[in-house]
Nanobody, 125 residues
Framework: EVSLVESEGGLVQAGGSLRLSCATS????????IAWFRQAPGKDREGISC????????LYADSVRGRFTTSNDNAKNTNYLQMNSLKPEDTAVYYC??????????????????WGQGTQVTVSL
């Protein structure tokens, strides 16, 4: 059974950092792209990062590029999202997702087969 489990998010002050993890099981980790999405209240879900080791490819949305970094620990079948220089507009529920077809041109939620349950990140002023 496929499973993706995000780590607990939290409350952080603007300018601070937070690292989320996405622990996976039930599929061959190297064969899947792992993406992160987020959804703020009243807004659409936004794809913010994707990593696909088999192609050595990473993608970031403009809104997080240069501040967020995604990486994989293949030994632990776990993906990480390191978030630095956080802003109040980063406040959202964050989800990880997996797709066997790799990172696409755009990080679109309909492309992803498997999802975590989501974790709340709140950035205060």
């Amino acid at each position: 059974e496929v499973s993706l489990v995000e780590s607990e998010g939290g409350l952080v002050q603007a300018g601070g950092s937070l690292r989320l993890s996405c622990a996976t099981s039930g599929f061959v980790f190297d064969d899947y792209a792992i993406a992160w999405f987020r959804q703020a209240p009243g807004k659409d879900r936004e794809g913010i990062s994707c990593i696909y080791i088999r192609e050595g490819r990473t993608l970031y949305a403009d809104s997080v590029r240069g501040r967020f970094t995604t990486s994989n620990d293949n030994a632990k079948n776990t993906n990480y999202l390191q978030m630095n220089s956080l802003k109040p507009e980063d406040t959202a529920v964050y989800y990880c997702a997996a797709d066997p077809l790799g990172c696409h041109q755009r990080i679109e939620e309909y492309e992803y087969d498997y999802w975590g349950q989501g974790t709340q990140v709140t950035v205060s002023l």
